[in-house]
């Protein structure tokens, strides 16, 4: 019992297992691919004699075939694996509701458009962006809570259906239960319903602050810039009439010496 991981939490041991799977299956199809031609690639440089060296080509080919054919098997089992480890791994995690810190291991439930807000929110201000991820955790639990809620539901509704299909017995007690979980079931789906949708909502406030706090940086700085080019303006100005005036009290000697 003391080995189980903890409900919900993320081990060590589970961030090392997942370095070993982003790997592990590209390696084992390169090794399993080239482990077979290399000898005879070997042999067929060292062949003395040109039948020799064809026919060690010949068959280092035909052994990377049959390799890149086994590979590709090994690939596709280890991501099959990996697959199911990281949905069993995701659903450890929310089963006590998903926190800021676990988002990353959420990616794959993100939306294209959540993902890169995140990205560049993380990159212009880091405190929305901890906000943010902290929304999007509560729109992953809520959202998880309102599909289990659905499957849960259509169960008892088949349960509900079955019931009332049996003749033969008294099926009141049954009835009436299941009908308690089918209301318990909708009062959840309605409040996490609720619940997403205020998510969503500040997930678009966070948004809108994040561009506006952006262009509002932007416009300072454009205007910074513009005004100590405005500020070094006259500036310029002097010195290039400062110059020009240097330059005729220089050449008026000259026409008076002339």
Not at 96 to 102: F, M, N, Q, R, V
Not at 213 to 236: F, G, H, I, K, V
Request: charged share 30%; proline share 3%.
């Amino acid at each position: 019992m003391m080995n189980q991981p903890a409900k919900g939490k993320l081990e060590p041991s589970d961030e090392r297992r997942a370095l070993i799977l982003k790997w592990i299956p590209w390696l084992s199809f390169l090794v399993i691919s080239l482990v077979s031609p290399l000898p005879l690639l070997f042999f067929y440089l060292r062949s003395e004699s040109t039948e020799s060296a064809a026919i060690f080509l010949l068959l280092s080919l035909a052994s990377l075939g049959v390799g890149i054919l086994i590979g590709a098997v090994f690939l596709i089992l280890f991501l099959i694996y990996r697959q199911r480890w990281y949905r069993r791994l995701r659903d450890r995690l929310a089963s006590d509701g998903i926190t800021a810190s676990e988002v990353s291991w959420f990616t794959s439930e993100l939306t294209s458009e959540e993902r890169q807000n995140l990205s560049e929110i993380q990159k212009t201000n880091p405190l929305l962006a901890d906000a943010y991820a902290e929304t999007l955790a509560s729109r992953l639990t809520a959202t998880r809570i309102v599909d289990r809620s659905k499957r849960e539901l259509l169960r008892v509704e088949r349960r509900i259906n079955n019931a009332r299909r049996i003749i033969d017995a008294d099926t009141s007690a049954l009835a009436a239960e299941l009908e308690v979980d089918r209301q318990r079931l909708e009062n959840l789906k309605t409040e996490a319903t609720t619940r997403l949708a205020e998510a969503k909502a500040r997930l678009q406030t966070i948004e809108a602050a994040a561009s506006r706090s952006l262009s509002q940086s932007e416009t300072d700085l454009m205007l910074r810039r513009l005004s100590a080019a405005q500020s070094y303006l006259p500036l310029t100005i002097e010195m290039a009439e400062l110059e020009r005036q240097a330059a005729k009290e220089i050449d008026l000697p000259r026409d008076r010496s002339l």
